[in-house]
């Protein structure tokens, strides 16, 4: 089974709406990512947090994140149509040391609508 | 301050050939991953490794697909005999030492007759 899922699998929103994704993950962690990837591109990193943070900003991102529940959600507010993207979480687990592998979900794939 | 470079883009590979793909890192970062990605999915670990030396490999198919991060030049992933279910995209991540997030390539994707 995989370490992170998300939902929805696919959203559709109008320009200028919020768009939320959720994720869920089993293990511990050290920390948790977003990630986005553009139709045959690779992955950019939009923003990550640590197991002892809950939440996170980073310009129109928002990130929150409860450990107790293994979950994580990225807010994106007043979309854009430049923000059609597939999005992905993915966790780095257990150590201290920053290399580790990542263990991604299985993405939600966001359309904006102009 | 390029970033990191894969290539090829694209692979075509009949079954029973071998495949090379290629990654070079980002300057300055000496960890590099690999990943594979089918379609519609998200993207499965494969190797860890840092200059002459594999960290963790444990996402790695026990056959036929080996990896090396020489000294000196990029890393490689090769695929031995390949078959139909070998293809995918394939990215390859960088980072510096102790430091996160990952940096990633385009992905080579990689067709096989």
């Known amino acids: 089974s995989q370490q992170g899922e998300e939902d929805p699998q696919a959203l559709s929103i109008q320009e200028g709406e919020n768009a939320t994704m959720n994720c869920s993950y089993k293990?511990?962690?050290?920390?948790l990512q977003w990630y986005r990837q553009n139709s045959g591109r690779g992955l950019v990193h939009l923003i990550l947090?640590?197991?002892?943070?809950r939440e996170k900003h980073s310009g129109r991102l928002r990130v929150t994140l409860d450990t107790s529940k293994k979950s994580s959600s990225l807010l994106i507010t007043a979309s854009r149509a430049a923000d059609t993207a597939s999005y992905f979480c993915a966790t780095q687990g257990g150590s201290n040391f920053g290399n580790e592998k990542l263990t991604f979900g299985t993405g939600t794939r966001l359309t904006i609508i102009p | 301050n390029a970033g990191v470079m894969q290539n090829p883009r694209h692979l075509v590979r009949r079954r029973g050939q071998e495949a090379r793909l290629r990654c070079s890192p980002m300057k300055g970062h000496s960890h590099v991953y690999w990943y594979r990605q089918l379609p519609e999915e998200g993207l499965k670990f494969m190797v860890y490794l840092q200059k002459e030396n594999i960290i963790d490999e444990s996402g790695m198919p026990k056959e036929r697909f080996s990896a090396e991060f020489p000294k000196e030049g990029p890393s490689i992933l090769r695929i031995q005999q390949v078959v139909r279910g070998d293809s995918a995209a394939y990215f390859c991540?960088?980072?510096?030492?102790?430091?996160?997030?990952?940096?990633f390539g385009d992905g080579t994707r990689l067709s096989i007759l």
């Open positions: 991540a960088s980072s510096p030492p102790q430091v996160r997030p990952q940096h």
């Open positions: 293990t511990s962690i050290n920390n």
């Open positions: 947090i640590r197991s002892n943070e």
